[in-house]
Antibody, heavy 131, light 111 residues
Framework: QLQLQESGPGLLKPSETLSLTCTVSGGSISSSNYYWGWIRQPPGRGLEWLGS???????FYNPSLKSRVTMSIDTSKNHFSLKLTSVSAADTALYHC???????????????????????WGQGTLVTVSS | QSVLTQPPSVSGAPGQRVTISCTGSSSNIGAGYDVNWYLQLPGTAPKLLIH???NRASGVPDRFFGSNSGSSASLAITGLQAEDEGDYYCQSYDNSLSGSVFGGGTKLTVL
């Protein structure tokens, strides 16, 4: 059974860099059928997709965070990582990693888009940003 | 402010039917992109319920039914049970943001 486990520091100061790793067990991170993503959940609030990374290292990010986010993947260790620079209190959240299933292809107004959904999630790790 | 709008809460008695709405726009649900639904039980990770608008994930009972029309989607739950209590989220793709977007979540209370 696939399991994802987030790890990383739980407390950061403003302006520091958040670094998290998601270790995957029970399945290969090198599968071409999936991306691997990060989603966060501020306390008491909803979910926000941060970005996704493919086994070949290609990435796409939430435009609202694009300038601060970097994701990478290490197939030899079966894990992938998130870095978020210049954190502030607004980045305090429960950070989940997830497997991203590649779904159907949609062609809308001539633009081809692959649908994604998150079919397996880690429990999440709480990151607090406070001075 | 979430891109997809859900009611903050819904409730129902055991055995009843409830629906949770998810309202989007012409850049996401209205454009024809798939809607997916997740359930987050208290203190646990979200779990996939419905993908591709109406396809139940493995192990999800047929009491859960996803549908969509125009710029909105709905999740219907029939034969409500106590273990259905939790937070439900919808998710889709938005072509103006070029990425996945979620609803703000709906807390289901079983009375």
């Amino acid at each position: 059974q696939l399991q994802l486990q987030e790890s990383g520091p739980g407390l950061l100061k403003p302006s520091e860099t958040l670094s998290l790793t998601c270790t995957v067990s029970g399945g290969s991170i090198s599968s071409s059928n999936y991306y691997w993503g990060w989603i966060r959940q501020p306390p008491g609030r909803g979910l926000e997709w941060l970005g996704s990374v493919y086994y070949d290292g290609s990435t796409f990010y939430n435009p609202s965070l694009k300038s601060r986010v970097t994701m990478s993947i290490d197939t030899s260790k079966n894990h992938f990582s998130l870095k978020l620079t210049s954190v502030s209190a607004a980045d305090t959240a429960l950070y989940h990693c997830a497997r991203v299933r590649r779904g159907t292809i949609t062609i809308i107004r001539g633009v081809r888009t692959e649908q994604h959904y998150f079919d397996s999630w880690g429990q999440g790790t709480l990151v607090t940003v406070s001075s | 402010q979430s891109v997809l709008t859900q009611p903050p809460s819904v409730s129902g008695a055991p055995g009843q039917r409830v629906t949770i709405s998810c309202t989007g726009s012409s850049s996401n649900i209205g454009a024809g992109y798939d809607v997916n639904w997740y359930l987050q039980l208290p203190g646990t990770a979200p779990k996939l319920l419905i993908h591709g608008n109406h396809n139940r994930a493995s192990g999800v009972p047929d009491r859960f039914f996803g549908s969509n029309s125009g710029s909105s989607a709905s999740l219907a739950i029939t034969g409500l049970q106590a273990e259905d209590e939790g937070d439900y989220y919808c998710q889709s793709y938005d072509n103006s943001l070029s990425g996945s977007v979620f609803g703000g979540g709906t807390k289901l209370t079983v009375l």
